[in-house]
């Protein structure tokens, strides 16, 4: 046991010294790793994080948010017309974000509970969709009625609409005007002024048939989702120009709060694995979804060839067949669980899950069907594996 102790003590004393040593290497060469500067940009919304935003908000437990009993609108806050003056960076966003959350909190009585999604106008500022409960009632009451020493804020016995207005307005601009306060002659006042004005009559809205259209999760992550599925919304995934410099990113795009994932793992047999996949990709194929392309087509005919075997270089192009590219653009259905793994997302989880349960069932108990199954998902398995080997042994012929 002494000799185990000092073998421990000497294994402890040279991982330090090999932790000291490194950090002298960086600090001396390299400088301090916690403070570095980022060198990645971002231009769009990724389509990865689309098909993740469309997952997460199907597996979402909403009750905490129906348990309120309020109706839940979708609710809209937008920024000024000079809106880099309060929003110079994605940062200042998520900050009015926290700041509007904990207000919430302090002006109802409970903490907002739902989920938002960053966009932008075509003019490149950026706007916010709240999906969350209405409260009812002025603004401060619980407060006003539960604290010995009440305290007014701004908003307190206001409407939810009015409120939404004064409070979002001061959010945006306390920065700006804390900073103007600090200087004595500032020259933008009268600018900053205006600006919130105009801010206050039009910088916030609550719609409530929107909101009320959200019967199910796909529905609701279909509406978050819409933009990427449609053109002419398009613009409003992209980040503006002034928000591409490192480090002034908008930073996530959407998100949730105060709810939790209801989802629940079942571990399978590759062979019911591979059994599942195929019934959920004729279920998708079934609802005949499709997305819209651009295919290229060229004309001109055939294989380009000059008809003076003589002419070499450049010069010979002006001989050669005319060929034009032309461009349409046509749906193709879209086909999910291409490979086996993926995602689907339905109206009604739950009885899909149990139709999945009854149709395992039903493989089980016919033993032909497994084995042919268990066959197939064998021979599957196999050409996987060997696709995953070639590959590997490509990477190391090109390495």
């Known amino acids: 046991m002494a000799r185990r102790e000092r073998t421990a003590e000497r294994a402890q004393e040279t991982a330090r010294k090999n932790a000291s040593d490194l950090g002298r290497y960086l600090a001396e060469y390299v400088g301090d790793p916690a403070v570095t500067e980022p060198t990645r940009t971002v231009q769009v919304w990724s389509a990865k994080s689309r098909?993740?935003?469309?997952?997460?908000?199907?597996?979402?437990?909403?009750?905490?948010?129906?348990?309120?009993?309020?109706?839940?609108?979708?609710?809209?806050?937008?920024?000024?017309?000079?809106?880099?003056?309060?929003?110079?960076?994605?940062?200042?966003?998520?900050?009015?974000?926290?700041?509007?959350?904990?207000?919430?909190?302090?002006?109802?009585?409970?903490?907002?509970?739902?989920?938002?999604?960053?966009?932008?106008?075509?003019?490149?500022?950026?706007?916010?969709?709240?999906?969350?409960?209405?409260?009812?009632?002025?603004?401060?009451?619980?407060?006003?009625?539960?604290?010995?020493?009440?305290?007014?804020?701004v908003g307190d016995g206001l409407p939810y609409r009015e409120w939404l207005s004064v409070v979002w307005?001061?959010?945006?601009?306390?920065?700006?005007?804390?900073?103007?306060?600090?200087?004595?002659?500032?020259?933008?006042?009268?600018?900053?002024?205006?600006?919130?004005?105009?801010?206050?009559?039009?910088?916030?809205?609550?719609?409530?048939?929107?909101?009320?259209?959200?019967?199910?999760?796909?529905?609701?992550?279909?509406?978050?989702?819409?933009?990427?599925?449609?053109?002419?919304?398009?613009?409003?995934?992209?980040?503006?120009?002034?928000?591409?410099?490192?480090?002034?990113?908008?930073?996530?795009?959407?998100?949730?709060k105060g709810l939790e994932k209801a989802t629940a793992g079942i571990e399978l047999a590759p062979a019911d694995a591979v059994f599942v996949a195929r019934t959920l990709r004729r279920l998708a194929r079934s609802q005949g979804v499709t997305r819209q392309v651009t295919v290229r087509r060229t004309v001109g005919g055939g294989e380009v060839r000059s008809k003076y075997g003589d002419v070499i270089g450049i010069a010979g192009t002006a001989y050669l067949p005319q060929t034009k590219t032309r461009y349409r653009k046509v749906r193709r259905p879209v086909v999910r669980l291409a490979s086996g793994a993926g995602f689907l997302c339905v109206n009604d989880g739950p009885s899909i899950a149990a139709g999945l349960a009854r149709a395992l069932e039903r493989r089980l108990q016919d033993p032909v069907a497994a084995r042919r199954s268990a066959e197939g998902a064998e021979a599957k398995l196999a050409r996987l594996r060997a696709a995953a080997d070639n590959r590997q042994l490509s990477r190391g012929l090109f390495q």
């Open 51 to 153: 098909s993740r935003m469309t997952r997460v908000l199907a597996e979402l437990d909403y009750a905490p948010m129906l348990r309120l009993g309020l109706k839940l609108p979708m609710t809209t806050l937008t920024y000024p017309g000079d809106w880099l003056l309060v929003a110079p960076t994605g940062k200042a966003v998520k900050k009015h974000m926290d700041v509007f959350f904990k207000r919430f909190g302090r002006a109802w009585g409970f903490e907002w509970l739902g989920i938002w999604k960053l966009e932008f106008q075509r003019r490149g500022a950026a706007h916010l969709h709240l999906w969350g409960p209405r409260p009812e009632g002025p603004a401060g009451e619980f407060r006003r009625l539960t604290q010995v020493r009440y305290r007014p804020a």
């Open 169 to 256: 307005t001061d959010v945006v601009f306390a920065e700006i005007e804390k900073e103007m306060a600090a200087r004595k002659n500032d020259a933008r006042r009268d600018h900053v002024a205006e600006q919130r004005r105009r801010h206050q009559l039009a910088g916030t809205g609550v719609d409530l048939k929107e909101g009320e259209r959200m019967t199910d999760p796909k529905r609701l992550a279909v509406y978050f989702s819409k933009h990427g599925s449609y053109g002419a919304k398009e613009y409003q995934n992209q980040v503006p120009i002034e928000w591409q410099a490192p480090g002034c990113g908008p930073g996530r795009f959407w998100g949730y």
